[in-house]
């Protein structure tokens, strides 16, 4: 046996070889581990790669379905208002061409009468001569005397029968020129109301960008819906660039409308809530221009001791005019009439003032007080203990009343100069104000009615009642009765649309 090789040996060379293969085999193994943990890892990574794209293709695919709906939306809303438009269009064409027609026909008619007339003239010329030609044969007289002996014994004979007939044709003579008169009149006003109604009640606010119509309007309508019914006004939104219209009658709803549609154009935000915030904020505004009306008025014709609530209901006459002419300038203008009136004729300069200055208080609020503007305005001075001798001097301005006082005489005289310089008013405009305030009026006198606007020149009234006092056949009922009571009491060209709106809010509070 070799030296060299011992059993020790041989065991360690055997355990080294078995160490070498046992490393081998762990190596073998966490080396295969590592693969399969990598190649899982990458299976993981291309699955949640493929679900993020997924879901990423699926959420553009959901954002480009909605930009669609909302552009076919808007496609949808351009189509309703350019068919409003085209609606409104087509009635005012044919309410045109049916004016049109109609005084064509008028101006046939006429025709036909004056031919009519000639015709039997000429007849009656004909057989007048051949009268004069048979009484000249039987007659030896000439055609001189005949004709006098004619008419002579025509007249004795049928005086009474001729009498008659003279007063029943002058009788139907004037109400045919007065039937004549009025029908002319109604078409010259049908003519000239839009032009008219356009200059007296509408006011414009411009704006800065077409976008800025859209936001007015709202979506589906509903930011100009609620600024019509908050202030009252008719919004007209058209294709006119840079200008948003506001009608109505009242003058001082269209500056409350006014003032409200700019601070929200300048503040940018018009949402329904916005609205009926600025409409609030700005009859504020309103009340303290009123007041300052008033108040300046006093101080240019020196009249520096009114109950500051008169001066108050006196501001209130900047925005009315009667018959186009500016009541407050008006009184103004009459208060210095009669103080110089009153110092040439050594009367009280400052009675004629106060009294020219409060002769058309009443006029404030006699749209809402039965009764005429002077004793209107005579229960509101009373009611403010305002010195009996400027009541004496107000209350005869329109001969209500007779003249107690020299003052009362000076009053009506200012008002007589003030009123009748020419171009001072136009009698058209006032006539059509008050048509327009008789139709809110009777509508007002319904019970359950909150508030009404006349709107569209006359042409609409919307009405709004109380949804507690008024049922949905009610309001249905009321239109027709309101509509019957429009027909019946006030004369009006074409036609008038009544709206009667019941809406239903409810309100609560989280606190």
Request: hydrophobic fraction near 40%; glycine fraction near 4%; aromatic fraction near 4%.
């Amino acid at each position: 046996m070799n030296p060299y090789i011992t059993p020790t040996r041989v065991i360690a060379v055997l355990a080294l070889c078995l160490g070498f293969a046992i490393g081998y085999v762990i190596r073998h193994l966490l080396s295969q581990q590592q693969k399969n943990s990598a190649e899982l890892k990458i299976k993981e990574t291309l699955l949640d790669a493929k679900s993020k794209a997924q879901k990423t293709i699926e959420e553009a695919k959901k954002k480009a379905e909605d930009l669609l709906n909302e552009i076919r939306r808007e496609e949808k809303e351009r189509e309703r208002e350019a068919k409003k438009i085209e609606e409104r269009l087509v009635k005012k064409e044919e309410f045109l061409e049916k004016q049109k027609i109609d005084t064509e026909n008028q101006s046939k008619m006429i025709k036909n009468e004056i031919e009519e007339i000639k015709k039997r003239k000429i007849i009656l010329e004909k057989t007048e001569e051949e009268k004069k030609k048979e009484l000249e044969k039987i007659s030896s007289l000439t055609r001189e005397e005949a004709k006098k002996e004619l008419i002579d014994s025509i007249e004795k004979q049928y005086e009474k029968d001729v009498l008659e007939k003279i007063q029943k044709i002058e009788m139907f003579g004037k109400e045919r020129l007065e039937k004549k008169g009025q029908e002319i009149l109604a078409l010259i006003i049908q003519r000239l109301a839009s032009s008219t109604a356009s200059e007296i009640t509408t006011t414009s606010v411009p704006i800065t960008s077409e976008e800025l119509k859209g936001k007015i309007i709202g979506k589906e309508g509903r930011n100009i819906k609620a600024f019509e019914r908050a202030s009252g006004v008719e919004l007209i939104v058209d294709d006119t660039p840079g200008l948003v219209i506001i009608s109505s009658f009242d003058p001082i709803r269209r500056q409350i409308a006014k003032m409200a549609l700019e601070n929200l154009i300048v503040d940018g935000r018009i949402q329904p809530a916005r609205i009926e915030e600025s409409v609030n904020k700005a009859k504020i505004e309103i009340d303290k221009i009123i007041k300052e009306k008033g108040e300046e008025a006093a101080y240019e014709v020196g009249v520096l001791d009114i109950n500051p609530s008169l001066l108050t209901l006196l501001g209130r006459l900047h925005f009315r005019t009667s018959y186009g002419q500016n009541v407050l300038k008006h009184s103004v203008e009459m208060a210095h009439m009669a103080g110089m009136l009153a110092s040439e004729l050594k009367a009280n300069v400052d009675i004629a003032k106060k009294g020219a200055l409060l002769h058309d208080i009443g006029k404030t609020v006699d749209h809402e007080i039965q009764g005429s503007h002077v004793e209107i305005g005579r229960r509101i001075l009373q009611k403010f203990a305002v010195d009996e001798l400027i009541i004496k001097a107000m209350e005869s301005h329109h001969e209500e009343y007779p003249y107690e006082t020299l003052e009362a005489i000076i009053v009506q005289t200012a008002d007589a100069i003030s009123a009748a310089r020419p171009g001072a008013r136009r009698d058209s405009i006032e006539n059509y104000l008050k048509r327009l305030e008789s139709l809110e009026n009777i509508a007002n006198s319904f019970k359950g009615v909150e508030k009404s606007f006349a709107i569209q020149a006359g042409r609409e009234i919307r009405i709004f009642v109380s949804p507690e006092e008024i049922s949905d056949l009610e309001a249905k009922k009321m239109a027709r009765n309101i509509a019957d009571r429009i027909e019946g009491e006030l004369k009006f060209p074409g036609e008038i649309k009544v709206h009667v709106i019941r809406e239903t809010r409810v309100v609560e509070y989280a606190k």
